[in-house]
């Protein structure tokens, strides 16, 4: 596969890179299985697979510190790995096993980790947004300096909940990165057929919010804008609008065919564009591995995903009497 070259070399060091190719590719390959194991049906219900964004969730987990949250979307399968969420769990949860984090209840779109402050996958298109914002002022009251990455979609980006939480978050000054994951697609209508504007990183010029936008497909772009975009947070300056321009290269869940663009168009990415190619691009043009140490991470990223597929048949159906646990936050 051909990927584009690097015009500068990149102030960062070896362990680094080879850091976010090994979880882009960690990414890559589970959501692989995951479609393997929805097309065998062992997984029910939507599934909405994270191939071809990886380099979105890897460069700003990169910017992130211990303590700070994150909240998403149902795309969410990429965003519990890259921050430290354990793929066994992940994998169980999919086919609704009691190993999973939810304990088989929650599926593809109610993951949770109080552990790893992951607060979700949100079914409801843009309702995590407010939420994002609610963790923000948890924050703020704590005084604590800590910071919530806030992600929704480019269909999200119209949703009006999403224009109160920015007002409230302007208001407060709340240290919240609204992220916008701008796959070009939503849910299968193109960006240009449903959105006035091109430029969804200034939909908080009216609130004062800050924005820029950033090449998601290049996980160094979308690390140094997080850092950018988070120091501003710590500061408190108030939110934040990052707008990661990326590409899913498959449909918007595992039951759309896709037929909105052209074969063409998703192999042109593939070929020109893929985040996972260009850091092994950098690996190899700066002879910080070869191609012989990329096949030996390959083949372990491949043996952990087969692990967790194998961990998800293995756990058993959650009891009946489980439905009847985590209806209440229990007394600290």
Not at 43 to 67: D, K, P, S, T
Not at 156 to 164: F, I, K, L, S
Not at 227 to 234: D, I, M, N, P, S
Request: proline share 3%.
């Amino acid at each position: 596969m051909a990927a584009r070259r690097a015009t500068k070399k990149p102030n960062i060091s070896k362990d680094e890179l080879t850091r976010y190719y090994r979880d882009m590719l960690l990414i890559r390959r589970f959501e692989e299985k995951a479609g393997q194991l929805y097309g065998m049906g062992l997984i029910g219900g939507f599934c909405h697979l994270y191939i071809g964004q990886e380099a979105v969730v890897v460069g700003l987990e990169a910017a992130a510190e211990e303590g700070d949250k994150r909240i998403t979307s149902y795309r969410d399968h990429g965003h519990m790995l890259a921050c430290g969420m354990d793929p066994n769990g992940v994998m169980a949860e999919l086919t609704g096993r009691e190993g999973g984090y939810s304990k088989g209840k929650g599926g593809s779109m109610h993951m949770f980790s109080k552990e790893k402050h992951f607060y979700g996958g949100h079914g409801i298109v843009g309702a995590q947004v407010p939420i994002g914002a609610g963790l923000a002022f948890a924050d703020r009251y704590k005084e604590n300096g800590r910071v919530t990455f806030t992600y929704f979609g480019d269909g999200a980006a119209n949703q009006g909940q999403v224009y109160e939480t920015f007002n409230m978050a302007a208001l407060w000054a709340l240290p919240v990165i609204f992220v916008i994951e701008n796959n070009q697609y939503a849910m299968g209508t193109a960006q240009q057929r449903s959105t006035s504007t091109p430029d969804l990183h200034t939909r908080g010029e009216a609130f004062g919010i800050p924005g820029e936008v950033v090449d998601g497909m290049d996980v160094l772009a979308v690390k140094e804008a997080g850092e950018k975009a988070v120091g501003h947070c710590r500061a408190g300056k108030g939110p934040y609008i990052l707008e990661v321009k990326t590409y899913r290269y498959r449909g918007h869940s595992m039951s759309d065919p896709a037929k909105y663009r052209t074969r063409e168009e998703v192999q042109k990415m593939r070929e020109e564009r893929d985040p996972i190619e260009h850091v092994r691009a950098l690996l190899l043009d700066g002879k910080h591995a070869s191609e012989e140490d990329l096949k030996a991470i390959d083949k372990e990223i491949k043996k952990v995903v087969n692990e967790s597929a194998e961990f998800a048949r293995e756990s058993p159906e959650p009891a009946l009497d489980e439905l009847w646990t985590d209806i209440y936050a229990e007394a600290e």
